[in-house]
């Protein structure tokens, strides 16, 4: 009797010892700096981003139920630059009175279902999609944006889930204006 608790308890020591090994193994602690290394930043609902290199600020809102990020665009022309589909479009800023005309190569035509408010209709719009570099906090990324109408929004860009992906964050509703703008953005 005595010996099976003397090999029961060595047993345990001996499983112990095997699960506080594999605790500290460069597999387990690989994991812990992945989750680190991924850690998300918080932001509100209400952000500011800059559109570069124009560095033009924009009230932006962080739509999590919104695939694609979309900003206020007026007077929208296609036209061919070196045989490639081009976007010119203008942004007005009322509030920096500065009008900013903007060309940027066509990406795609994304087909897009609009929302209450937005003039909704049963068909999808198609939108441009361009590539627009995009400040967000410290970081500066570049994302697709699709070009359309935003004037009757309060927040001239507005910056969806694959956006908020891009840029690592995790969206608080309650909160807003969380983020200062401190990119480093090249000098023209």
């Given at each position: 009797m005595?010996?099976?608790?003397?090999i029961?308890?060595l047993l345990?020591?001996?499983t112990?010892?095997i699960s506080?090994?594999?605790?500290?193994?460069?597999?387990?602690l690989?994991?812990e700096k992945?989750k680190?290394?991924?850690?998300?930043?918080v932001?509100?609902?209400?952000e500011?981003?800059a559109?570069?290199?124009?560095?033009?600020?924009?009230?932006a809102?962080?739509?999590t139920g919104?695939?694609?990020s979309?900003?206020?665009?007026?007077?929208?022309e296609?036209?061919?630059?070196?045989?490639?589909?081009?976007?010119?479009?203008?942004i007005?800023?009322a509030?920096?009175?500065r009008?900013?005309?903007?060309?940027?190569?066509?990406?795609r035509?994304?087909r897009?279902?609009t929302r209450?408010?937005?003039?909704?209709?049963k068909e999808p719009?198609s939108?441009?999609?361009v590539m627009?570099?995009v400040?967000f906090g410290?970081?500066?990324?570049e994302i697709?944006?699709?070009?359309?109408?935003r004037?009757?929004?309060?927040y001239?860009?507005?910056l969806g889930y694959?956006?908020?992906?891009?840029?690592n964050?995790?969206?608080?509703?309650?909160l807003?204006d969380t983020?200062?703008?401190t990119?480093s953005?090249?000098?023209?």
């Amino acid at each position: 009797m005595k010996s099976k608790h003397l090999i029961l308890n060595l047993l345990l020591v001996v499983t112990g010892m095997i699960s506080l090994s594999l605790l500290s193994s460069p597999i387990a602690l690989a994991g812990e700096k992945d989750k680190k290394e991924t850690a998300k930043t918080v932001v509100g609902l209400h952000e500011i981003v800059a559109v570069l290199p124009e560095n033009m600020h924009l009230s932006a809102k962080i739509d999590t139920g919104a695939h694609h990020s979309s900003l206020d665009a007026q007077n929208i022309e296609f036209f061919t630059r070196d045989n490639k589909e081009w976007v010119r479009f203008q942004i007005t800023r009322a509030n920096q009175k500065r009008i900013y005309i903007i060309e940027r190569p066509l990406v795609r035509s994304a087909r897009i279902k609009t929302r209450i408010g937005e003039g909704a209709t049963k068909e999808p719009q198609s939108r441009p999609v361009v590539m627009m570099q995009v400040c967000f906090g410290d970081q500066i990324q570049e994302i697709e944006v699709n070009l359309t109408d935003r004037s009757h929004f309060k927040y001239p860009f507005l910056l969806g889930y694959s956006g908020i992906v891009q840029f690592n964050k995790l969206v608080d509703p309650s909160l807003h204006d969380t983020l200062p703008l401190t990119c480093s953005v090249p000098k023209e």
